[in-house]
């Protein structure tokens, strides 16, 4: 039957990354504050309990084998991996949350989520992050049915108050050979309604929701953002679109403005939501520390 339980400790395999890492046994002792003869008996013991050799000795200089080398990078990762492991025990005694459920509304900048969870990252700890990306009503049901910490929304869920953290633009567009840039004026509604129009799913299962100008007889509804931005690229329809997200095709000249006489851009603010507020844990408020800080970067400039 194999041997569930090492013969080696970690308290040993720590004591050989000492001895190479420092280059000797006096001061390995002293980098791991224990007596010199503590440690030379903690390699004794795994030396006679390895069938291969480990060290060997030049002069005072302890050297690894060959076989040493490779057994030492694999050590270097368990002690590693149980200092990490400490570290979460602390963690998790201060409070840390082991997870950030973190429900975004799909129009918010992608640009500006990554730097938020790059500034995150230095304090988060062992946390992770699990990101939803939603769509109205299903930014909404993630927060009722227990499954966001945090909620970054257009709209205030009923009973629930939050803190603004933007306005996200939105520009009605079509591809320059468009028909509706072809008309060389002003455009009504009336234009609008003979062409066809996308608008993304709302991700929410019990009540979906409708959102902006939605006359377009020709109305063809997409699950995700980047899929819409596609097809208007490919002259297949127009929509309004968050301008963060299709900067590079205005500048590229993919997308253009339609010229409407009236509603061509509009803005949504968005909002930062606590599931619990007074129960968010020192992870959920610095991820919504860092949210925060990015948007308030953006607004300045």
Not at 133 to 147: I, K, Y
Not at 273 to 296: I, K, N
Request: with cysteine; proline share 5%; charged share 25%.
């Amino acid at each position: 039957m194999t041997n569930r339980i090492p013969r080696i400790s970690l308290e040993q395999w720590a004591a050989l990354q000492a001895v190479v890492d420092e280059g000797s046994f006096a001061q390995a002792a002293e980098a791991l504050n224990k007596s010199q003869s503590s440690v030379s008996y903690a390699l004794k013991g795994m030396q006679e309990q390895l069938p291969v050799e480990i060290l060997t000795m030049r002069g005072r200089k302890a050297e690894l084998s060959p076989a040493g080398e490779v057994l030492l990078r694999r050590a270097r990762v368990l002690i590693d991996e149980a200092l990490a492991l400490e570290r979460l025990a602390h963690d998790l005694a201060e409070g840390w949350e082991t997870e950030v459920r973190l429900a975004v509304e799909i129009i918010f900048p992608p640009v500006l989520l990554s730097r938020a969870l790059a500034a995150f990252v230095p304090e988060s700890r062992s946390t992770r992050v699990q990101l939803i990306e939603s769509v109205l009503s299903g930014t909404h049901e993630a927060l009722f049915n227990g499954e966001a910490d945090l909620i970054i929304t257009n709209r205030l869920p009923p009973g629930y108050l939050g803190q603004s953290l933007l306005e996200v633009e939105f520009i009605a567009v079509a591809h320059p050979d468009h028909p509706l840039h072809q008309l060389g004026r002003e455009l009504t509604p009336d234009d609008l309604r003979e062409h066809r129009q996308f608008v993304v799913r709302d991700t929410g299962i019990k009540r979906r929701q409708d959102a902006g100008w939605l006359v377009a007889e020709q109305r063809w509804t997409v699950s995700h953002l980047r899929t819409s931005i596609q097809f208007v690229k490919d002259g297949l329809g127009f929509a309004w679109l968050p301008s963060e997200h299709i900067q590079e095709e205005l500048e590229a000249g993919t997308l253009k403005p339609l010229c409407l006489n009236e509603g061509g851009r509009r803005h949504e603010e968005l909002f930062l939501v606590y599931a619990r507020r007074d129960d968010a844990g020192p992870a959920t408020q610095a991820l919504a520390a860092a949210l925060h800080s990015v948007c308030r970067r953006i607004s300045r400039t």
